[in-house]
């Protein structure tokens, strides 16, 4: 099973991507960014009726990192120092969310990404940058949360 089918099988999916309702998409090479679908499940959500900003941020983490899985082979993972985040709009409970996770720059010791979320009509929901150092992606045996 190569990378690619690992972050797509639910039994090899981290936990925190089941409760994000992540699916991974497409990774474009040329441009180093990977494309994920977020449905917007209700232990997501305020009484507002929209995702909780700190929980924004997850969804901008998971694409943002996934980016840079994927621009590895699936070797490596960032490992977060700082993430920036603007929150634009809100991201209604039900919702299908598209993130665009880009790797700026992906160098021995530092990592620059960007994201974005939107709805599915193209509207920005959100936007974040972070600042993070390669690690090598655990599997979880590894973690002992898993095969």
């Not at 990774?27 to 209700?42: G, I, L, Q, S």
């Amino acid at each position: 099973m190569d990378w690619q089918d690992q972050i797509s099988s639910s039994t090899d999916s981290s936990p925190h991507s089941d409760l994000l309702g992540s699916e991974f998409v497409a990774f474009d090479e040329e441009t180093a960014t990977a494309t994920m679908r977020f449905t917007v499940k209700t232990q997501m959500t305020t009484w507002r009726g929209g995702v909780q900003g700190g929980l924004v941020a997850g969804y901008l983490d998971d694409v943002m990192g996934y980016a840079y899985v994927a621009m590895t082979g699936g070797e490596q993972a960032p490992l977060n120092l700082e993430i920036s985040m603007q929150l634009l709009g809100l991201l209604p409970e039900g919702a299908t969310i598209i993130g665009k996770g880009k790797v700026v720059r992906g160098g021995r010791r530092v990592i620059f990404l960007e994201g974005e979320l939107l709805s599915e009509e193209g509207q920005v929901l959100a936007r974040a940058t972070s600042t993070a150092i390669p690690t090598m992606r655990p599997s979880p045996s590894e973690t002992g949360m898993g095969g």
